[in-house]
């Protein structure tokens, strides 16, 4: 018998112990173990069938040398860092899908469980359901990692696919989300980008062996994102989605962003619908490979948090942690001037006028624009430019009072 404790008891924790609790049988077949919950840490009282598995008390698992398991599903930095640190310390392994957590403090708890020689596994973290953190370090293991996308919030998906195939508006499709239990306990962390960022620091750790810090990462979210820009989007062959991506550069350093783009209905990532998320990846010898599944959700995490838990029993004894060294200032380049198609919009002061300046303003280099007579605004696709180019071109606009710039994958 494996005796194990869950920390937090949300919407992922109550899904790890009902799969644990409930799924017993099934469970200790195929590993040839039973798995015991013994303790579920939450300050709330819960109305459940194993209520009498609750503390309120850390010391009650910390203390508890027959738990050698521990998973942290409480969210949030504080205190899941410090107890997440303590459990290491006393040589419990540590599973989790807090991804605030791990972005933050992973190369340290990572390199805490290495010498603890204990293990320290967060497939949970990064696309719910979605196995890809085990199969990027195991199955892709012979490859050099170039280049890593996703749609990596489920939340955000699943509203902007509200906005582009029921014209719903903003507001109400995150209502939507958050009944169904997808969003963070603080949307704004969906909406803002936040939460697919801290995914994206842990795919770019892993796929390029350095720690990626939250705050290295240009980061935008979708809350700028009108149902005019889906519209426009569609007249131009694409979809808005919010993309994470990193990039290797030849000088050792890395590019990385989250920020709403313009996605080709050709792409992949085009047809990632709802709460869905996908991954894609680029190895040196494989070519793209891509990891899609459900992002979010109650069923779909714990199910890789249990398989994390499993994965700590089975190998118990022998240390199972995925693996990066620490990052550095400078190690993500900010400063890069990026080139590509971008997508813009532009309102003046005087409509009329502002069309004759965007037209001397840009020449030839756009590939398709609209004047929308109604909203009095132009929606332009350029050609490949750099942003810079790009900021020369609206800078040299007098009569341009508003703008917004989405970069394409076009
Ligand atoms: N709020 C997150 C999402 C949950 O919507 O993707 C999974 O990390």
Redesign the pocket.
């Known amino acids: 018998m494996i005796n194990v404790a869950i920390m937090g008891h949300g919407v992922v924790g109550s899904g790890v112990a009902e799969i644990l609790i409930n799924h017993n049988e099934r469970i200790a077949k195929r590993i040839d173990k039973q798995i015991n919950v013994k303790h579920i840490l939450d300050l709330r009282d819960f109305d459940v069938p194993y209520s009498d598995k609750f503390t309120k008390d850390f010391n009650d698992i910390l203390n508890d040398d027959s738990v050698s398991v521990v998973a942290e599903v409480m969210g949030g930095i504080n205190p899941a860092y410090d107890f997440v640190k303590a459990c290491l310390e006393a040589g419990k392994s540590v599973v989790t899908s807090n991804?605030e957590l791990v972005a933050a403090k992973g190369a340290e708890l990572i390199k805490l469980a290495n010498q603890k020689g204990v293990s320290f596994l967060f497939e949970a973290s990064v696309g719910?359901g979605i196995p890809v953190l085990r199969p990027m370090a195991n199955c892709l293991a012979a490859n050099e990692i170039n280049e890593i996308w996703g749609i990596?919030?489920?939340?955000?998906n699943y509203i902007l696919n509200k906005m582009i195939v029921d014209n719903m508006d903003f507001d109400t499709a995150l209502k939507l989300?958050q009944d169904l239990g997808?969003?963070?306990r603080n949307p704004a962390?969906?909406v803002e980008g936040h939460?697919a960022c801290r995914k994206i620091c842990i795919l770019a750790a892993l796929g390029f062996g350095k720690h990626v810090y939250p705050d290295q990462v240009q980061t935008e979210g979708i809350t700028n994102i009108s149902l005019d820009d889906v519209e426009y989007a569609d007249g131009f062959g694409a979809v808005i989605k919010l993309i994470g991506h990193a990039k290797k550069q030849e000088n050792g350093t890395i590019i990385a962003s989250v920020r709403p783009t313009l996605v080709s209905r050709e792409h992949i990532l085009s047809s990632v619908n709802g709460?869905f998320?996908c991954v894609v990846v680029d190895g040196d010898q494989t070519g793209e490979v891509a990891f899609y599944g459900k992002?979010?959700g109650k069923e779909a995490?714990a199910s890789a948090v249990v398989a994390d838990i499993i994965d700590a029993i089975r190998h118990s004894g022998v240390k199972k942690y995925l693996n990066w060294q620490d990052g550095y200032e400078g190690y993500v380049d900010c400063f890069i001037d990026e080139i590509g198609k971008f997508y813009i919009t532009l309102k003046g002061n005087d409509y009329e006028a502002l069309k004759p300046e965007f037209i001397a303003a840009f020449g030839d280099c756009f590939e398709s624009y609209v004047f929308n007579e109604y909203r009095k605004e132009i929606a332009i696709l350029t050609k490949e430019l750099s942003k810079s180019q790009v900021k020369a071109k609206l800078a040299a606009m007098t009569q341009l009072n508003e703008y917004k710039i989405l970069h394409t994958m076009l």
């Open positions: 991804k719910g990596l919030n489920g939340t955000t989300a997808f969003a963070e962390a969906d939460d709460v998320n992002g979010a995490t």
